[in-house]
């Protein structure tokens, strides 16, 4: 899947539950939830996340996105996915009972090892049939950051907590896992400028998250963060030592075109003013005062305030 030729398009491949399949009067139905609307936006969450993963890694910036989302059999996976080195790593659930599967290419792995230890990220020209203890501990150690993000991910639909497993090179030897266990699968895609992209895999099973159908099936709506007085009071300090120009508009004289024309150095151009001026802080009028003197200085003394709330808008 990754690095290899797509053999299918999942966009265009049919969606499990769509084809017959031989009594199929009695089978279960794949996906219980109907609409999963609320899954695909939490793999968009986790997909913004996982950049803070993969870039130190890859020592470059990278693009992150999530694909749409299917459910099907673990054995269709299992068929879909390249007959090539592939990590499997369980992520145990909890309370739920169950484990996701993060799935990761062998390829990939072996390219962020070489990374890791300060090479140029290249892999073997033949893949191993297995994992080294090295690989297989750094899987684990993606696995752990990848958990943290995911948990966070969860959190506005349901607390799940997820712990990885050690890894596996074959599916077959991870417990727990039926080849006609309904898993929930959503593929992650991961790219650094122009290089070709490689992709993740998590599959959740379906049975692990019965428990959750009603939040599965609502809209996602963040909690709202407790305020944070501290942050309150110094953004309002902040606000408040914001300066602001204050005028007084004393004449505002109109003369012809044709004067203006004439005008001389040392022309005089009569102006008159109120004893009443406005004050204007912009375009608002803040109020009005009279011209005076303070301290041997001009000065406005205000005998009216607008209110202060068009200031604001």
Same mark, same amino acid.
């Given at each position: 899947?990754?690095?290899?030729?797509?053999?299918t398009?999942?966009?265009?491949?049919?969606?499990?539950?769509?084809?017959?399949?031989?009594?199929?009067?009695?089978?279960?139905?794949?996906?219980?939830?109907?609409?999963?609307?609320?899954?695909?936006?939490?793999?968009?969450?986790?997909?913004?996340?996982?950049?803070?993963?993969?870039?130190?890694?890859?020592?470059?910036?990278?693009?992150?996105?999530?694909?749409p989302?299917?459910?099907?059999?673990?054995?269709?996976?299992?068929?879909?996915r %390249?007959?090539? +080195?592939?990590?499997?790593? #369980?992520? !145990?659930?909890?309370p739920?009972? &169950?484990? =996701? @599967?993060?799935?990761?290419?062998g390829?990939?792995?072996?390219?962020?090892?070489?990374?890791?230890?300060?090479?140029?990220?290249?892999?073997?020209?033949?893949?191993?049939?297995?994992?080294?203890?090295?690989?297989?501990?750094?899987?684990?150690r993606?696995?752990?950051?990848?958990?943290?993000?995911?948990?966070?991910?969860?959190?506005?639909?349901?607390?799940?907590?997820?712990?990885?497993?050690?890894?596996?090179?074959?599916?077959?030897?991870?417990?727990?896992?039926?080849?006609?266990?309904?898993?929930?699968?959503?593929?992650?895609?991961?790219?650094?400028?122009?290089?070709? %992209?490689?992709? +993740?895999?998590?599959?959740? #099973?379906? !049975?692990?998250?019965?428990?959750? &159908?009603? =939040? @599965?099936?609502?809209?996602?709506?963040?909690?709202?963060?407790?305020?944070?007085?501290?942050?309150?009071?110094?953004?309002?300090?902040?606000?408040?030592?914001?300066?602001?120009?204050?005028?007084?508009?004393?004449?505002?004289?109109?003369?012809?075109?044709?004067?203006?024309?004439?005008?001389?150095?040392?022309?005089?151009?009569?102006?008159?003013?109120?004893?009443?001026?406005?004050?204007?802080?912009?375009?608002?009028?803040?109020?009005?005062?009279?011209?005076?003197?303070?301290?041997?200085?001009?000065?406005?003394?205000?005998?009216?305030?607008?209110?202060?709330?068009?200031?604001?808008?």
């Amino acid at each position: 899947m990754v690095n290899e030729p797509v053999q299918t398009d999942r966009r265009n491949r049919t969606r499990a539950g769509e084809a017959a399949r031989p009594g199929g009067l009695g089978a279960p139905k794949l996906n219980p939830f109907g609409d999963l609307h609320s899954v695909q936006h939490l793999s968009a969450r986790l997909a913004r996340s996982l950049r803070g993963v993969f870039e130190p890694v890859l020592r470059a910036e990278v693009r992150t996105w999530a694909e749409p989302l299917v459910v099907q059999r673990f054995a269709d996976y299992r068929a879909e996915r %390249p007959d090539t +080195l592939t990590a499997w790593l #369980p992520l !145990a659930m909890s309370p739920a009972e &169950g484990c =996701a @599967l993060l799935v990761l290419d062998g390829r990939f792995v072996l390219e962020l090892l070489d990374l890791f230890f300060g090479g140029t990220g290249a892999a073997p020209a033949e893949l191993p049939t297995d994992f080294s203890p090295a690989a297989s501990a750094l899987v684990t150690r993606l696995g752990g950051m990848v958990a943290d993000q995911l948990a966070a991910a969860w959190e506005p639909l349901a607390r799940i907590d997820f712990a990885p497993a050690a890894p596996e090179a074959n599916p077959a030897l991870i417990g727990g896992c039926e080849l006609d266990e309904a898993v929930i699968v959503t593929r992650f895609g991961i790219a650094a400028g122009t290089a070709k %992209p490689v992709f +993740l895999d998590l599959c959740y #099973p379906v !049975a692990a998250m019965k428990p959750h &159908g009603q =939040a @599965l099936t609502g809209k996602v709506v963040a909690k709202a963060a407790e305020p944070d007085a501290a942050w309150r009071n110094a953004l309002t300090r902040a606000a408040m030592e914001v300066r602001f120009e204050v005028r007084s508009v004393l004449a505002e004289p109109r003369v012809p075109l044709s004067l203006l024309m004439s005008l001389q150095p040392g022309d005089v151009i009569p102006i008159s003013f109120n004893d009443v001026v406005p004050v204007m802080v912009g375009n608002d009028r803040l109020g009005t005062g009279t011209v005076g003197t303070s301290n041997g200085h001009a000065a406005v003394r205000l005998t009216s305030l607008a209110s202060l709330e068009g200031l604001a808008s």
